[in-house]
């Protein structure tokens, strides 16, 4: 197939450091094109890619010293080009949220719309309900709660390159803490669950400037506590050492999270996840195999003793098969083959989960 994955311009692909959406962007490019197909990759100039590049805009909005930029005008840009050569595709996958709607509307059938955030904002219905041509995809079943009439073709859980990270068989004596300084992300949790098991806590996270009062205010005085160290924002080089030297990730968020790929990043490195049971966490977490969901701060803390009994190589495993780059690859696939098989990408089309459950 002949098949365009069109980027958010938010972040590099993939990031330098944080960013969720391009990483999945990256990682599902370069396993179509291993699985042998023609794929062409709509983003910033630095990406990193196997597909062939069509670069649209010089560098990604958030690294992006100039003062002064609009995100919106980068995106229609890159749509415009996108549109321009719309014809030498037979599947072009938008990773815009629906910022491409009134621009393709004409050729909705030969397109996916993967959504990658929260569902659940007041205007979102109207423009899911106008636009009711083109098939969407959500990255875990709970993500599509808010909008359940919406023209959903499938789930597909989210995946990663084997080799990015590497095994480690061996914990050290640390909790882990990866993300974003922000109140939903909870780092404020994960501090209490460390002091409260008397285990030192690792935070390697990024603040950005809508959370600085609350990493000011609220979390950089939490960090004085001894056991407690600041890493910093890190990227892919370090988060293999940094995952798979942890005891245990600890993921004790505060909102519906879509998905969470920190978790399955801890899980290529062998390490198990202490998540809060939020969002799409029952979905990717496995209790007693991967990790533990727990539902309150007592039980957070109890379960960190716990996962020193875990089978690392187990937890790897379960990675390798269930959240592998090329499962997901697959995954979207066959998707887009039981579509075309019905000839039609109606709203009445077969919904098709499949998510990472082997």
Same mark, same amino acid.
């Given at each position: /197939?002949?098949? *365009?994955?069109?980027?958010?311009?938010?972040?590099?692909?993939?990031?330098?450091?944080?960013?969720?959406?391009?990483?999945?962007?990256?990682?599902?490019?370069? &396993?179509?094109?291993?699985?042998?197909? !023609?794929?062409?990759?709509? *983003?910033?100039?630095? *990406?990193?890619?196997? $597909?062939?590049?069509?670069?649209?805009?010089?560098?990604?909005?958030?690294? =992006?010293?100039?003062?002064?930029?609009?995100?919106?005008?980068?995106?229609?840009?890159?749509?415009?080009?996108? #549109?321009?050569?719309?014809?030498?595709?037979?599947?072009?996958?938008? +990773?815009?949220?629906?910022?491409?709607?009134?621009?393709?509307?004409?050729?909705?059938?030969?397109?996916?719309?993967?959504?990658?955030?929260?569902?659940?904002?007041?205007?979102? $219905?109207?423009?899911?309900?106008?636009?009711?041509?083109?098939?969407?995809?959500?990255?875990?079943?709970?993500?599509?709660?808010?909008?359940?009439? &919406?023209?959903?073709?499938?789930?597909?859980? +989210?995946? /990663? =390159?084997?080799?990015? @990270?590497?095994?480690?068989? !061996?914990?050290?004596?640390?909790? &882990?803490?990866?993300? #974003?300084?922000?109140?939903?992300?909870?780092?404020?949790?994960?501090?209490?669950?460390?002091?409260?098991?008397?285990?030192?806590?690792?935070?390697? %996270?990024?603040?950005?400037?809508?959370?600085?009062? @609350? @990493?000011?205010?609220?979390?950089?005085?939490?960090? =004085?506590?001894?056991?407690?160290?600041?890493?910093?924002?890190?990227?892919?080089?370090?988060?293999?050492?940094?995952?798979?030297?942890?005891?245990?990730?600890?993921?004790?968020?505060?909102?519906?999270?879509?998905?969470?790929?920190? /978790?399955?990043?801890?899980?290529?490195?062998?390490?198990?996840?202490? %998540?809060?049971?939020?969002?799409?966490?029952? !979905?990717?977490?496995?209790?007693?195999?991967?990790?533990?969901?727990?539902?309150?701060? %007592?039980? $957070?803390?109890?379960?960190?003793?716990?996962?020193?009994?875990?089978?690392?190589?187990?937890?790897?495993?379960?990675?390798?098969?269930?959240?592998?780059?090329?499962?997901? $690859?697959?995954? @979207?696939?066959?998707?887009?083959?039981?579509?075309?098989?019905?000839?039609?990408?109606?709203?009445?089309?077969?919904?098709?989960?499949? *998510?990472?459950?082997?």
């Amino acid at each position: /197939m002949r098949i *365009a994955q069109v980027s958010p311009l938010y972040e590099a692909v993939p990031p330098r450091f944080y960013g969720g959406t391009e990483r999945v962007v990256a990682h599902l490019t370069d &396993a179509l094109v291993d699985l042998g197909h !023609e794929v062409t990759l709509f *983003a910033s100039a630095e *990406a990193r890619t196997k $597909a062939r590049l069509i670069p649209v805009r010089d560098e990604a909005i958030r690294l =992006d010293p100039s003062p002064l930029k609009s995100d919106l005008a980068a995106h229609m840009n890159a749509l415009a080009q996108v #549109r321009a050569l719309a014809d030498d595709f037979d599947l072009i996958h938008f +990773h815009t949220d629906m910022i491409h709607f009134p621009f393709f509307g004409d050729m909705a059938h030969r397109t996916l719309t993967t959504l990658h955030g929260r569902l659940d904002l007041k205007d979102l $219905a109207g423009v899911y309900d106008q636009w009711r041509d083109f098939p969407l995809v959500s990255i875990s079943d709970h993500q599509r709660l808010p909008l359940p009439g &919406a023209n959903w073709a499938g789930t597909v859980h +989210h995946g /990663m =390159d084997e080799g990015l @990270y590497r095994f480690h068989p !061996e914990p050290g004596r640390y909790l &882990a803490f990866l993300g #974003r300084i922000s109140p939903e992300k909870r780092p404020d949790r994960a501090i209490e669950i460390a002091i409260g098991a008397g285990v030192p806590l690792r935070i390697a %996270a990024k603040v950005d400037a809508a959370d600085r009062d @609350y @990493y000011e205010g609220r979390i950089r005085p939490l960090m =004085d506590h001894p056991l407690v160290t600041y890493v910093g924002e890190i990227g892919d080089v370090e988060k293999s050492a940094f995952l798979g030297g942890a005891q245990a990730l600890l993921f004790p968020i505060d909102w519906p999270e879509p998905f969470g790929l920190v /978790m399955i990043e801890a899980m290529a490195c062998g390490a198990p996840v202490i %998540a809060y049971d939020c969002g799409s966490v029952p !979905e990717v977490l496995e209790p007693g195999v991967t990790g533990l969901i727990v539902r309150s701060q %007592a039980q $957070a803390i109890a379960a960190v003793a716990q996962t020193a009994r875990y089978d690392r190589a187990a937890i790897r495993a379960r990675f390798e098969a269930r959240f592998s780059a090329r499962a997901m $690859a697959q995954r @979207y696939l066959d998707l887009h083959a039981v579509r075309a098989a019905t000839r039609t990408l109606a709203p009445t089309a077969p919904d098709l989960t499949l *998510a990472a459950s082997a």
